[in-house]
């Protein structure tokens, strides 16, 4: 058995015995169980007896670390969210263009 810390959802750990580095993305009190999600994408949801057993060093983000899917998964999503929202706000324009014409030619 090696150090132990506790998980702290965001904070980065290197697992000594198994030469990998993850992120815990989520703590389940309930359950007791610890979301991580490797380098590679992949998440594993660990119990935390399994978690104890850990030989972990805490360690920083890694370098060119592009995020988590789900985080990019909720970027994306926020993304066509305000592509919406923006060809929403030219439909409004237009239609108030149309009225404004419609205007000019009843003024004739």
């Known amino acids: 058995m090696g150090r132990e810390y506790e998980p702290t959802v965001g904070q980065w750990y290197d697992d000594l015995e198994n030469d990998e580095t993850f992120q815990v993305l989520k703590v389940d009190e309930d359950r007791e169980t610890v979301e991580i999600q490797h380098l590679d994408g992949d998440t594993e949801e660990l119990d935390v007896d399994d978690w104890a057993e850990l030989d972990l060093e805490l ?42 014409d419609e205007e000019d030619r009843e003024e004739y």
Do not use: V
Request: overall charge negative.
């Open 59 to 100: 360690t920083e983000e890694p370098e060119g670390w592009s995020g988590s899917k789900d985080e990019k998964d909720a970027e994306d999503d926020e993304d066509e969210d305000d592509e919406d929202w923006d060809e929403d706000e030219d439909d409004e324009d237009d239609e108030d263009d149309l009225d404004e």
